[in-house]
């Protein structure tokens, strides 16, 4: 049986915005996430929280973070981001957005 990935709608965040505090990024996951791509396109730093509570990552300014759950794990269809999963991103207020890229495994 093959198997298909398509593109959730592109989500953003302005980083004028940031106020130092977690804020959203785009909505919680429709579908289960095979790749995600945080793309930092702002100038300022900005820490990623899958709860709002503890920074789980950190992405450099006018840099992206690429998150392939199924690289090198073969067929193993077990390695996803469960649907509901929601980013959480904080920084300084700066200029650019925050980019949120997710492909899902097509039902």
């Known amino acids: ?38 793309i930092n396109n702002s100038d300022q730093d900005i820490d990623v929280s899958l709860d709002a509570t503890v920074d789980h990552d950190f992405v450099p300014a006018k840099s992206f973070f690429l998150y392939d759950l199924r690289a090198n794990h073969g067929r193993d269809a077990d390695y996803v981001l469960q649907t509901g999963t929601q980013f959480f991103i904080k920084g300084a207020a700066g200029t650019g957005s925050v980019y949120l890229v997710v492909l899902r495994e097509r039902p």
């Open 1 to 38: 049986m093959t198997k298909r990935a398509e593109y959730l709608e592109r989500q953003s965040r302005d980083s004028s915005t940031f106020d130092a505090s977690y804020q959203t990024l785009g909505s919680s996951l429709t579908s289960p996430a095979v790749l995600v791509k945080i």
